[in-house]
């Protein structure tokens, strides 16, 4: 099987602008979760989706926003960027997020965000 | 408070030696367990997913889970430098979200 893979694995924009990254998960993974990643916050939780519905948020502004198709790929987007919006965006996927072994997630490479 | 708490290291063990590493939560209520080993510049690998209080192993890993005590420690016996790494402990609570501990730095000695 293949894992989850994540597009495009490096972007550089400027303050102000927006990102849209994408992910697609392990084939037949119905859960999607993403997080951010830095180095004086760890692992952080954004959000999660499952069947196109997000299930799960963290504690992030409204400026991160993400959606989930019907083929389970998921998109996350970033408005207005800060500077501190720079760091590794990783998502994960899982079968369906619940449960023993359901909810075991497997992430891709990560997306290495850098805002100038 | 921080829910998920570990010892950020870096610990280090010779090679061939058996290298331990804990993590303490908060929540009463998780259920769901993991260990993460993540490389320089890389993504997280899951290693391990416990979810009942004991041991469970898995090749050269043991998990050990104690609810009671809220902690979950990860052994790697026979530690290989190639086992250098940052170990991430995950946890699962009642919202079903993963909170994830900062992390220990692994460092096997040659």
């Known amino acids: 099987k293949a894992g989850v893979t994540q597009t495009p694995r490096y972007l550089i924009k400027t303050r102000g602008q927006q990102v849209t990254l994408s992910c697609s998960p392990i084939s037949g993974h119905r859960s999607v979760s993403w997080y951010q990643q830095t180095p004086g916050q760890g692992l952080q939780f954004l959000f999660e989706?499952?069947?196109?519905?997000?299930?799960n948020k963290g504690n992030f502004p409204g400026r991160f926003s993400g959606r989930q198709f019907s083929n389970s790929r998921s998109e996350m987007n970033v408005s207005t960027l800060e500077l501190g919006d720079s760091a590794l965006y990783l998502c994960?996927?899982?079968?369906?997020?619940?449960?023993?072994?359901?909810?075991?997630?497997?992430f891709g490479p990560g997306t290495r965000l850098t805002v100038l | 408070q921080k829910e998920v708490e570990q010892n950020s290291g870096p610990l280090s063990v010779p090679e061939g030696a058996i290298a331990s590493l804990n993590c303490t939560y908060s929540?009463?209520?998780?259920?769901?367990f993991f260990w993460y080993r993540q490389y320089s510049g890389k993504s997280p690998e899951l290693i391990m997913s416990i979810y009942s209080n004991g041991d469970k192993e898995d090749g050269r890993f043991t998990a050990q889970l104690n609810k009671a005590s809220q902690y979950v420690s990860l052994l790697i016996r026979d530690s290989q430098p190639s086992d250098s790494a940052t170990y991430l402990c995950?946890?699962?609570?009642?919202?079903?979200?993963?909170?994830f501990g900062p992390g220990t730095r692994l460092s096997v000695l040659p």
């Open positions: 929540d009463r209520g998780s259920q769901s």
């Open positions: 995950a946890v699962v609570g009642y919202g079903q979200n993963f909170v």
């Open positions: 994960a996927s899982s079968s369906d997020g619940l449960g023993t072994s359901g909810n075991e997630q497997f």
């Open positions: 989706y499952f069947s196109e519905t997000q299930r």
